[in-house]
């Protein structure tokens, strides 16, 4: 498990504050810290490894990590450049430690004999493919992509040994001293040749599918084959006859081993490639637009002599390229992803041994007393040394606190004498901006390097081969993130309508609420001022003791005098930092109108038949006059000037067009007035009409 | 006149008004003096150039205005050199003429020849600069060997380079005066096909003489001021010379044209003396009707202010052979000339002289088949022999037919691959003609069952049908591949030269030319079965039918190579004796496993 996990403010100490950390983390911290991550955001956090994939997840070079969750010191490789080779894809090894290795694309053979490599044979093929060495110390190399196989004696002179009728590749060579005869599995027609010392080929096994992939031949003699496009292991008993051993899941038998009957055998599932179907010229010849890779899945078996089937370990992210059956009776297992090298017991528990630069680990012989792996993408050979390792290093993945931040203690659970280290920096790579790795520690304290968003931890076993690291934790403090008001709103409310389909009354209360960018999540508290525009102090809004956490906030502005009043909000994330950590930031609103009194009418009468009236508004400028007629609906009424602009407007009108079609007698003239903000007033007065005098 | 500086007028010296000479041939070999007389200078007319702008009163020049092939008269005023004719204003009424400052054309004239550039004083290297080269190579893949058509990869040069076609261009802009290219011994097809393709650089087509055998000079052949000057892209049974005027002669080089050829920099072109028959003065165009005389010397520099002629250099040329047979009542059924060695124009040239040589002997608007034997002889290399077959349904007018002969791809191999300097020495082709309907059409195909057996033997039925014949049907026996157990297949048929086999990156121009080599006939019948698996291209291989983690290897460890995933087939190719058109596809279900018979 690696992940961030909070922890209480107060600093923690010793070993049985971790263990009791592990134990406890390992059930409760994802939902425990879940609830508490947004409240306690930045309060100091650690990084722990100690599962079997957080451990396995960085850097190994010369330690091992195995699935139970721990790390020891381990293999170390040797790394050896095979000039001009894309590609190390086969080898051949003498008793004395002389290796051979068929490499591609230019087709040669090297021999890597103690530190010396040299080219040992050119085939002037693409690839080559398999090797086997015979006992009188001849080498045959099968090659692609003309199904050639060549002898090499060992002074290195090469000759053409058979073309192989049919065949392209030629996957597989076994060299059989009891027939004095070599196996050659090829494909594309997925045949088995025998080949004798003057060359001569003849199909020994013809089978169904497509490519002979693996052969290995057992001390009895009994020749075990792997297919692909199937994934069927035979065991051959004599030319034209094979029994199938097992028919296994997926697409190919990629490796085989066997040792006293025992077979250890990579069945991988591997997808088929994508290719863009785009035809080009008149050729039909179909390419992808670019290589494209897609993921397969390895599995490894175990079959024993009476036959019995098991599978010890499958990957769904990668597929394995190459076995070997140690002493031990545990498997090596050379993964086609990432490098690595794995040793899988029976039982099914495994251990990561090399994590090499390379993509691909195509062939390996970690037997004997010098081990060796070949590589692909590039090309090149590994020596391996067991025993006390000269660097024997465990190193972290990144680890990434997600903002800058300060680290505190690093402890680590485990038996023996180990260094620890750490280094930090910016970006997600390590690069030459990164600090150097610290001084080494052996016991758990605090790191040195400096702040930064990313570290990596480092375990060396050098000081005690035998020392075991079961977990690694570290401790850090992000650093505070300030957040961020983005803008302010001011709105009003409305009022409950009294009246169907009316438009609510103006309410005094103004809804405040404002947009925050926070970082890191911290919890927030708002403060609140205002002022009238005209002004320069503000007033607060909410009192010290009133804490507001919303986004959010319902003004009451009965008080106010009318006018143009701006809001100031600040934030403060002193609720998840200690005070001197704690940071601010602010942000004022647009002004906005605060208008909750209605304008005026203090003249209203009629003189000579005309009705007028003066209106007044306090803010400005009258928005709406309307009159109704003993009580009927009101009716839009323009002021004298023509134009509703002004905080004060005057009214005028005659009354006669409006009152003649009237029964004769007093009528109730009513005089709406509306400001801006909605408030209203009615002023109303009785009529006589027609007026007296000119009553018929 | 003398080659000193001191004989020649700087632009800041020259003012409207000044009056004097310019030369060139109007007739025969010997220049003749027109007046001139100096309207302004236009400064700044291209990068680091001027432009003297005159008139030219002349009779002749009055009428024709602009005319092409006296592009490079020297231009003199008070008496010294100023500058070369060279420029004119489409659909100009007056005849004012655009005059290259003699000064641009002497700093081309002085200007190097790379020590690789002309091995030897006979054969010369067709090789562009370096760094042009590397440039090239950026933009356009180096030639390996697939299927091309020359005609359509020269318009793409063509293109890329940025020639424009004549109708593009714009009225306002002074153009370089149209160098006219006299083509002698032509057919009306083949100088068409010239025409569009050539007219883009700036040549114009123009019928004249000049093919076969010349009387012999009366002098020795040598260069003067205002004497014209041609550039032989194809010289002997037929003829195509580009005209032009020599503006002045520095020694062992001269300086002509006022403007570029090509605008191919430094190339190695044979150039001859020229013998002008009539100034042809046209509303069109007006132009020098002129042939070719004695070879001389080599165009080394193409450059904007002036072509730049070694006379002590003899450039390098392709003597190409076409004999046609099968038709032999023509009068004439064998051709041999010599192309320019250029990247570009070889093989586009060697195409016009087979279109010209098939279309003078057999220019029946017939059906008509042909077998193609090319020979190809390098210096230091084996030669190149291939055989094509094809049919034109309207005789040899038909060039795409012909485009596909693999003489064409050979040339463009040898003058254009990634490795090197390939020098052919001689191309002959042997066109083997038949009168009639060659052609078979595959017309269908049909398969007893669409369920097969991985392994067997499938028998395919092709109906196929020649012109006023029945259909007949043979049978093509097919394999099935055992690893296509559980597969459904496409089957398809094809003629062969419809179909390109998987081929490797070429590392070599061997490759290239084994690339070349390596194709189905057309009289073959290509059965092609679409297989699940994939392959890779390397240098020098090509794997098919890879597993899939071994393809998975490969392809990632050629990332940064050519390999790249292809869909493979299984191919086998049946001889059928004619060539074939049509193709017909089929789909079939592979059981899992063979039935099992009693």
């Known amino acids: 498990m690696t992940q961030p996990v909070n922890s209480n403010p107060a600093p923690r100490h010793g070993q049985s504050r971790l263990l009791s950390l592990v134990l406890a983390s390992a059930l409760l911290s994802v939902a425990f810290w879940l609830v508490l991550s947004r409240a306690q955001a930045t309060s100091t956090q650690s990084f722990l490894l100690d599962d079997a994939a957080s451990l396995s997840a960085g850097e190994l070079d010369g330690a091992a990590v195995y699935s139970t969750g721990y790390v020891t010191a381990g293999l170390e490789a040797r790394r050896i450049e095979l000039p001009d080779a894309a590609?190390?894809?086969?080898?051949?090894?003498?008793?004395?430690?002389?290796?051979?290795?068929?490499?591609?694309?230019?087709?040669?053979?090297?021999?890597?004999?103690?530190?010396?490599?040299?080219?040992?044979?050119?085939?002037?093929?693409?690839?080559?493919?398999?090797?086997?060495?015979?006992?009188?110390?001849?080498?045959?190399?099968?090659?692609?992509?003309?199904?050639?196989?060549?002898?090499?004696?060992?002074?290195?002179?090469?000759?053409?040994?058979?073309q192989l009728e049919g065949a392209q590749h030629v996957w597989a060579l076994a060299y059989d001293a009891r027939r004095n005869l070599l196996f050659a599995g090829t494909g594309p027609e997925g045949r088995i040749f025998s080949i004798d010392a003057a060359g001569h080929a003849q199909t020994y096994y013809d089978s169904r599918a497509g490519h002979i992939l693996s052969l290995a031949l057992d001390t009895d003699g009994a020749l075990y084959v792997g297919t692909s496009d199937d994934a069927l292991v035979l065991r051959l008993r004599g030319p034209g006859r094979a029994e199938v051993v097992h028919d296994f899941p997926g697409n190919e038998i990629t490796a085989i081993d066997v040792r006293a009957g025992q077979l250890a055998v990579v069945a991988n599932d591997m997808p088929t490639p994508v290719v863009a179907l785009t035809t080009t010229s008149s050729s039909s010849t179909t390419h992808a637009t670019t290589p494209t890779r897609r993921t397969?899945?390895?599995?490894?078996?175990?079959?024993?002599?009476?036959?019995?089937?098991?599978?010890?370990?499958?990957?769904?992210?990668?597929?394995?390229?190459?076995?070997?059956?140690?002493?031990?009776?545990?498997?090596?297992?050379?993964?086609?992803?990432?490098?690595?090298?794995?040793?899988?017991?029976?039982?099914?528990?495994?251990?990561?041994?090399?994590d090499l630069d390379e993509r691909q680990v195509l062939a390996l012989s970690l037997g004997g007393d010098d081990p060796v792996v070949l590589t692909g993408d590039s090309g090149a050979v590994y020596r391996v040394r067991r025993g006390a390792p000269e660097r024997g290093l465990w190193t972290s993945k990144v680890l990434d606190a997600q903002f800058q931040a300060r680290f505190g203690q690093v402890h680590w659970r485990g038996e023996g004498t180990l260094e620890v280290l750490t280094r930090t920096g910016n970006t997600e790579e390590p690069d030459d901006t990164w600090s150097d790795w610290s001084t080494p520690v052996t016991s758990p304290g605090p790191v040195h390097s400096p702040a930064a968003r990313f570290v990596q931890i480092r375990a060396r076993f050098t000081r005690d081969p035998n020392a075991v690291l079961r977990a690694m934790e570290l401790f850090y403090l992000p650093r505070n993130q300030r957040a961020v008001i983005t803008s302010v709103a001011a709105g009003r409310q409305h009022g409950p309508s009294k009246v169907a389909q009316a438009d609510p009354p103006p309410s005094s209360r103004y809804d405040l609420s404002w947009n925050v960018r926070n970082p890191d999540e911290d919890s927030l508290r708002y403060r609140m001022r205002f002022r009238q525009e005209s002004q320069t102090r503000f007033r607060d809004i909410l009192r010290e003791d009133e804490v507001l956490t919303a986004d959010h906030y319902a003004w009451e502005t009965e008080s106010l005098p009318d006018g143009w009043y701006v809001i100031q909000v600040s934030l403060s994330d002193?609720?998840?930092?200690?005070?001197?950590?704690?940071?601010?930031?602010?942000?004022?609103?647009?002004?906005?109108?605060?208008?909750?009194?209605?304008?005026?009418?203090?003249?209203?009468?009629?003189?000579?038949?005309?009705?007028?009236?003066?209106?007044?508004?306090?803010?400005?400028?009258?928005?709406?006059?309307?009159l109704a007629i003993d009580g009927q609906a009101f009716r839009p009424l323009l002021p004298a000037d023509g134009l509703l602009d002004q905080a004060e407007e005057r009214v005028s009108i005659e009354l006669a067009p409006r009152l003649r079609e009237l029964p004769a007698g007093d009528h109730i003239l009513a005089l709406k007035a509306r400001d801006a903000a909605g408030n209203s007033v009615v002023r109303e007065i009785v009529v006589t009409w027609p007026p007296r005098g000119q009553q018929p | 006149m003398a080659g000193g500086q001191s004989d020649t007028i700087g632009v800041d010296e020259i003012h409207p008004g000044m009056r004097g000479y310019g030369l060139s041939v109007f007739r025969g070999e010997v220049p003749e003096r027109f007046d001139v007389e100096v309207i302004d200078v236009l400064h700044g007319f291209q990068p680091n150039q001027d432009l003297i702008l005159i008139r030219t009163p002349h009779p002749v020049l009055n009428q024709a205005i602009t005319v092409g092939g006296m592009s490079g008269s020297p231009i003199y005023l008070d008496g010294r050199l100023a500058g070369a004719y060279a420029y004119g204003w489409p659909f100009g009424i007056e005849p004012v003429i655009g005059v290259t400052p003699i000064a641009n054309m002497l700093t081309?004239?002085?200007?190097?020849?790379?020590?690789?550039?002309?091995?030897?004083?006979?054969?010369?290297?067709?090789?562009?600069?370096?760094?042009?080269?590397?440039?090239?190579?950026?933009?356009?893949?180096?030639?390996?060997?697939?299927?091309?058509?020359?005609?359509?990869?020269?318009?793409?040069?063509?293109?890329?380079?940025?020639?424009?076609?004549?109708?593009?261009?714009?009225?306002?802009?002074?153009?370089?005066?149209?160098?006219?290219?006299?083509?002698?011994?032509?057919?009306?097809?083949?100088?068409?096909?010239?025409?569009?393709?050539?007219?883009?650089?700036?040549?114009?087509?123009?019928?004249?003489?000049?093919?076969?055998?010349?009387?012999?000079?009366?002098?020795p052949a040598r260069f003067v001021d205002g004497g014209a000057i041609g550039v032989s892209l194809m010289r002997g049974d037929m003829d195509a010379t580009a005209i032009g005027t020599v503006t002045h002669v520095l020694g062992r080089r001269l300086v002509a044209f006022g403007h570029p050829m090509m605008n191919a920099g430094q190339v190695g072109l044979p150039t001859t003396t020229a013998r002008v028959l009539h100034i042809l003065r046209s509303q069109n165009r007006s132009f020098k009707i002129a042939e070719a005389q004695v070879p001389l010397g080599t165009l080394v520099h193409?450059?904007?202010?002036?072509?730049?002629?070694?006379?002590?250099?003899?450039?390098?040329?392709?003597?190409?052979?076409?004999?046609?047979?099968?038709?032999?009542?023509?009068?004439?059924?064998?051709?041999?000339?010599?192309?320019?060695?250029?990247?570009m124009l070889t093989p586009v040239l060697a195409l016009a002289a087979l279109t010209n040589a098939l279309s003078a002997t057999a220019s029946d608007r017939t059906d008509l088949s042909y077998r193609a034997v090319t020979r190809v002889d390098f210096s230091g290399r084996p030669s190149v022999q291939l055989e094509d077959s094809g049919v034109m349904h309207n005789g040899p007018v038909e060039g795409s037919a012909l485009a596909s002969i693999r003489l064409f791809r050979v040339l463009a191999a040898a003058y254009d691959n990634a490795f090197e300097d390939a020098q052919v020495q001689r191309a002959q082709?042997?066109?083997?003609?038949?009168?009639?309907?060659?052609?078979?059409?595959?017309?269908?195909?049909?398969?007893?069952?669409?369920?097969?057996?991985?392994?067997?033997?499938?028998?395919?039925?092709?109906?196929?049908?020649?012109?006023?014949?029945?259909?007949?049907?043979?049978?093509?026996?097919?394999?099935?591949?055992?690893?296509?157990?559980?597969?459904?297949?496409?089957?398809?048929?094809?003629?062969?030269?419809?179909?390109?086999?998987?081929?490797?990156v070429p590392r070599s121009?061997?490759?290239?030319?084994?690339?070349?080599?390596?194709?189905?006939?057309?009289?073959?019948?290509?059965?092609?079965?679409?297989?699940?698996?994939?392959?890779?291209?390397?240098?020098?291989?090509?794997?098919?039918?890879?597993?899939?983690?071994?393809?998975?290897?490969?392809?990632?460890?050629?990332n940064t190579g050519p390999s790249r995933p292809f869909v493979t087939y299984d191919r086998t190719a049946v001889p059928f004796g004619t060539a074939l058109s049509g193709s017909a596809t089929l789909r079939l279900s592979v059981r899992a496993t063979p039935r099992q018979h009693p």
């Open chain 1, 87 to 162: 590609v190390a894809f086969c080898m051949a090894r003498l008793a004395d430690g002389t290796t051979y290795i068929g490499t591609g694309d230019e087709g040669r053979i090297y021999r890597l004999r103690g530190d010396e490599l040299s080219v040992f044979a050119e085939t002037h093929q693409l690839l080559v493919s398999s090797l086997a060495v015979a006992p009188n110390g001849t080498l045959y190399a099968g090659t692609i992509p003309e199904g050639r196989v060549y002898a090499i004696t060992p002074g290195g002179d090469i000759h053409e040994l058979a």
């Open chain 1, 574 to 626: 002193e609720l998840s930092n200690d005070a001197d950590d704690a940071l601010s930031a602010q942000a004022q609103s647009e002004p906005f109108r605060v208008d909750n009194h209605a304008p005026t009418i203090p003249e209203l009468g009629v003189r000579a038949g005309t009705l007028t009236a003066r209106v007044v508004d306090s803010l400005g400028p009258v928005a709406g006059l309307e």
């Open chain 1, 296 to 354: 397969g899945k390895g599995s490894l078996f175990l079959v024993d002599a009476q036959g019995r089937t098991e599978r010890i370990y499958h990957d769904d992210g990668a597929h394995f390229t190459a076995v070997e059956l140690a002493e031990d009776g545990s498997v090596r297992l050379g993964v086609g992803k990432d490098g690595r090298v794995l040793s899988v017991n029976s039982d099914g528990s495994w251990a990561t041994l090399l």
């Open chain 2, 509 to 558: 121009l061997d490759d290239v030319l084994g690339n070349i080599s390596d194709a189905y006939p057309a009289t073959s019948l290509v059965v092609s079965l679409k297989m699940p698996s994939r392959g890779l291209r390397f240098r020098g291989h090509v794997v098919t039918a890879l597993p899939r983690s071994v393809l998975d290897t490969l392809t990632t460890s050629t």
């Open chain 2, 302 to 343: 193409d450059r904007p202010s002036a072509i730049v002629v070694d006379s002590g250099l003899v450039a390098a040329t392709l003597p190409l052979r076409i004999r046609i047979h099968g038709a032999d009542d023509a009068p004439k059924t064998e051709w041999n000339v010599e192309i320019a060695s250029q990247r």
């Open chain 2, 429 to 504: 082709l042997d066109v083997y003609l038949t009168y009639g309907h060659g052609l078979t059409d595959i017309v269908d195909a049909s398969v007893a069952s669409e369920e097969v057996d991985p392994g067997s033997v499938v028998p395919v039925r092709v109906t196929l049908r020649r012109y006023g014949e029945a259909d007949t049907t043979r049978v093509v026996s097919v394999t099935i591949p055992r690893r296509a157990a559980g597969e459904t297949l496409e089957l398809s048929l094809r003629p062969g030269d419809e179909v390109t086999p998987d081929r490797a």
């Open chain 2, 108 to 219: 081309e004239g002085s200007r190097p020849t790379r020590d690789d550039a002309f091995p030897g004083a006979t054969l010369l290297s067709t090789r562009a600069p370096t760094e042009a080269r590397l440039h090239h190579a950026s933009n356009r893949a180096i030639y390996d060997g697939g299927p091309i058509d020359p005609l359509a990869l020269w318009r793409a040069e063509v293109e890329s380079l940025g020639f424009r076609a004549p109708g593009s261009r714009e009225s306002g802009r002074a153009v370089p005066a149209a160098t006219p290219l006299m083509l002698g011994g032509f057919t009306d097809e083949a100088a068409r096909m010239l025409d569009a393709e050539l007219s883009p650089l700036g040549l114009d087509t123009a019928q004249a003489g000049g093919s076969g055998a010349r009387p012999a000079a009366q002098r």
